[in-house]
Structure formats: structure tokens, C-alpha cells
């Protein structure tokens, strides 16, 4: 118990300082005109308040990464809970913070135009094709993992294939309408089920004393899986993802002044790294240790650990409350992943938005393709999926140290967790099945080479871009 509480103290913390700190660094100007008003187009682009704004993002980045990760992450006992701790705090909430606030002094763009205009033109491309590819996966998999959960808690007469339908037509309208109209109305309602949920979990865990493990580093490795580099790819949306990189600049085209930015980006990183605290411990406290809790996700998955803990945590109609609060968590980071890959291909191809037609001509496609996705068993696909999530935040965390060493800032903050992360996803799908299936110690070993290789390749590239912004500041300074 004492470990599960001094992490969400420690998590606290982080925000007060490292983020102060991480803000500092970046430096905020709040006489800066945002976005959402200098590009107002009551569409995507239009200012909403900071706790509106702070909720929308919270769902946003969410999913089921911060519960179903955590979950699947408990099987390695307390050594999850270092990940999430200091994986929020040095990476995650960075990533955030500075993937929310280098798109709103570019326009509100997205990942793609930052990699492209920080990383070079070729990688704007690979990254839109990349990130497209991540949102459909995302969006169709919240389409069936809510309508899994759901189908458990409704009456018999209401069929998959109708609950698969209502979250699909939820789903066009959010990707559709103008951003205040759904998502600004009904987040800050599901923000609250959602944190009062995970609130009534955690204090039930530590009221009725449940024997959550101690921080000790014997017994970590299911079936002889090594920590590294599986626990870091488990364990996503919780301490590091790069999901998040699709959605921040969603709000960052709705943030009304850049000072709101650590609360909006940085401090909902925190928050959703206490709800995988939250359950992560659940998860390590209530089936006897690794062998029930194996056995609960070898016979039902996440879903039935979230049931299980739901029920006996806080009673049928609390239980109830929970799950409905969990099923919000995939919902409302769908809805944001179609409304992202709209945005995305509208940048790419430079197709204004602010017509209904305009967006209907671009989501209306994706919708098409994700709907084909939902009949067909795509389970090989979706083991890519933790890989190119992980490999998109280490490219963000990357576009973050180039505009930091650019702006002669500590572009440590995002280079370090960056290097590690490209390290963590080298080895993994090196030695994978799903990769190229090499040994332990050689995938250690190639990661290594590939990851020097690629920081050299970093440090290289960002000279250069510093000088050629000099040499353009001296050449503008002799025109005037």
C-alpha cells in the first residue's frame, strides 16, 4: 500500500515541479495570440475555457490505454508502477506538453507538418501515412472494446451488431460537427463519470486495505519476459504514447492562452497516469498475485478484470457506475481519432473545413474503411499496434528536442526519454515474432547501434537546421 500511495503523491509532485520546470524551459507567452483566435473558424478552430479544454483532452488521450495497459502491465508486480511514475513524469507529460504547445505557435498543426518542417519533408510524409494508419486502427478497435463492455451491462433483446451501429453513428456526428457542439457539451460530463469512477476504485482500495504489493524486484517477469523492453510497451497511455500526439492539437486549436498549456497537456498526462495507478494496483491486489490475475486475462481479457474490480470494489450499482466510466474511455478517444485523421488528411492535402460537405468528403472514406475493419480478424494488425504507438512518441519526443535545441533551450527534456523509447521499440521489434525474430541479446545489441546511429543522425541534423535559421534571421536582418 505504501508503494501505491507514494507513487500518486510522487505523480503530484511531478506536476508542481518537473512540470513547472518543463514549462519554464519552453517559455509561454501568454500576450501570444492562439489559434483559436487568430485562425477562428468555428469548426475546428475556435477558444474554449481551460477546464472544458482540460476535460476534452483527458478523454482524448485516454482510451482504454490508461486501464487495459496498466492491467496487462500488473502481471510484472510494483516494477509497473516505477514505469508509470517516472514514465508520466519525464516522458509522457512531456511529450505532451511540448506536442500540444509547438503545434499551437504553428498554427494548431499536427504531427505530420511538425515532423515535416522540424524532421525534414520526407518525414511529414511518412509520418501522415503512419499517423492515418494508427487513428484507423484506433478508432475501429474503440469501436468494438466499448461495445464489448457494454453488451455486458445491457439487456439481452440489445444486439452487438446494434451497439456496434449507435457508436458509429456517435462517432460521424463527433468527427462532423464543430468541436463545441458534442464533444465540448458532453465531454465535461463524462470527465467527471469518468474520474469519479477511478476515484471510487482508488479509495476503495485504500480503505478497505487491499493487500497491494510492496515495490520488490523478484517475481517480474511473466512466463520469463524481460522488463525491458516489454513493460515499456505495455504500459502505454498510462506513462508514455504516442497516441497522444495525434490528439493534442485538437485542443491546441481550441486554447485560449498559452499559460493554460501545462494544466491542459501536462496535468492531464498526471491525471491519467493516477488512473493507471489506480489500476495497476486493482489488478495486482485482488487475484492472489500473478497466477489469478493471469488466469482472469487468459479467460476474459482486460474487460473482466475491470468487471471483477468494478463489482467487488463498490457494490452492483457502483460497479456499474465504474464501468460505464471505463467504456466513456475508448468512446471519447474513437470519436477524437476520426475527427484527427480528418484533420490530418485536410492539412496534407490542404482542403479547408469549415463546410460540412468539405469534411464530409474526407471522413466519410474512413468511416468506410473502419466499418470494413470491424468484419475481419485483424488480431496480427493490432500486435503492431503498441509498436507504432511507441514508435510515434519517440518521433514526437524527437520533433520536441529539435525545436528546443533550435531555440538553444534544454532539448535534454525530450531527447533523453526519446532515445530510450527509440531503444525500447528497436529491441522489441527486433527480437518479436512479429518482427524480425532475433535473439535477446542480438536485438540488444542492433537496437544499441541503431540508436546511436540515429541520435548522431539527430545531432547532425539539428546544426544544420539551427544554422539555416540564423543565416535566414541575418538575411532578413539586412533587408530591413
Not at 98 to 105: E, F, K, P, V
Not at 126 to 152: E, H, K, M, R, Y
Request: proline content about 5%; aromatic content about 12%; charged content about 10%.
Amino acid at each position: 500500500m505504501f508503494t501505491f500511495i507514494f507513487s500518486i503523491i510522487l505523480l503530484i509532485i511531478g506536476y508542481f515541479t518537473y512540470g513547472k520546470y518543463v514549462e519554464k524551459v519552453f517559455g509561454v507567452k501568454e500576450t501570444r495570440k492562439t489559434p483559436a483566435f487568430a485562425y477562428k473558424d468555428n469548426v475546428d478552430y475556435l477558444p474554449m475555457g481551460k477546464k472544458r479544454n482540460s476535460l476534452i483532452q483527458l478523454l482524448n488521450i485516454a482510451g482504454v490505454g490508461p486501464i487495459f495497459g496498466p492491467i496487462m502491465g500488473a502481471l510484472y508486480g510494483p516494477a509497473a508502477f516505477i514505469w508509470i511514475v517516472f514514465g508520466c513524469i519525464f516522458a509522457g507529460a512531456v511529450h505532451d506538453y511540448l506536442t500540444g504547445m509547438i503545434s499551437i505557435r504553428n498554427r494548431g498543426a499536427h504531427l505530420p507538418e511538425l515532423a515535416g518542417k522540424f524532421l525534414g519533408k520526407v518525414m511529414k510524409h511518412v509520418v501522415n501515412a503512419f499517423a492515418i494508419l494508427l487513428l484507423l486502427l484506433v478508432g475501429t478497435v474503440f469501436v468494438s472494446a466499448p461495445a464489448d463492455l457494454l453488451s455486458s451491462i445491457t439487456p439481452d433483446w440489445v444486439s452487438f451488431s446494434l451497439i456496434i451501429s449507435a457508436i458509429f453513428i456517435y462517432y460521424i456526428l463527433a468527427t462532423l460537427l464543430p468541436i463545441d457542439k458534442i464533444i465540448g457539451r458532453l465531454y465535461p460530463l463524462f470527465g467527471a463519470l469518468l474520474l469519479i469512477s477511478a476515484a471510487g476504485v482508488g479509495l476503495a482500495l485504500i480503505f478497505t486495505g487491499a493487500p497491494i504489493p510492496e515495490l520488490s524486484f523478484s517475481n517480474m517477469h511473466p512466463d520469463s519476459a524481460p522488463i525491458f523492453p516489454l513493460l515499456f510497451l505495455t504500459i502505454s497511455c498510462g506513462a508514455l504514447s504516442g497516441f497522444h500526439a495525434t490528439q493534442t492539437p485538437i485542443i491546441s486549436r481550441t486554447t485560449q492562452n498559452e499559460k493554460q498549456g501545462r494544466s491542459i497537456f501536462y496535468g492531464m498526462m498526471i491525471a491519467e497516469g493516477i488512473i493507471a495507478m489506480i489500476w495497476a494496483a486493482a489488478a495486482m491486489s485482488l487475484f492472489n498475485g500473478y497466477n489469478g490475475l493471469n488466469d482472469v486475462l487468459a479467460a476474459g481479457g482486460p474487460g473482466a478484470v475491470v468487471r471483477e474490480v468494478s463489482t467487488v470494489m463498490l457494490g452492483a450499482v457502483g460497479g456499474t457506475l465504474a464501468v460505464l466510466g471505463v467504456i466513456i474511455l475508448p468512446i471519447t478517444s474513437g470519436d477524437t481519432a476520426f475527427r484527427s485523421a480528418r484533420m490530418i488528411i485536410a492539412d496534407y492535402i490542404r482542403f479547408p473545413q469549415k463546410k460540412l460537405l468539405s469534411r464530409l468528403w474526407i471522413a466519410l472514406p474512413l468511416f468506410v474503411i473502419s466499418f470494413g475493419l470491424t468484419r475481419i480478424d485483424f488480431t496480427l494488425l493490432w500486435r503492431y499496434f503498441s509498436w507504432a504507438n511507441q514508435s510515434t512518441a519517440v518521433i514526437a519526443l524527437f520533433v520536441g528536442a529539435m525545436y528546443l535545441f533550435i531555440a538553444r533551450k534544454n532539448y535534454w527534456i525530450a531527447l533523453i526519454p526519446g532515445t530510450f523509447m527509440l531503444m525500447a521499440t528497436t529491441t522489441y521489434i527486433i527480437n518479436a515474432p512479429i518482427g524480425l525474430g532475433l535473439s535477446m541479446s542480438v536485438s540488444y545489441i542492433a537496437s544499441a547501434f541503431i540508436t546511436i546511429c540515429t541520435v548522431l543522425i539527430f545531432f547532425a541534423a539539428a546544426r544544420h537546421q539551427r544554422a539555416n535559421m540564423i543565416e535566414l534571421d541575418d538575411q532578413l536582418d539586412s533587408v530591413a
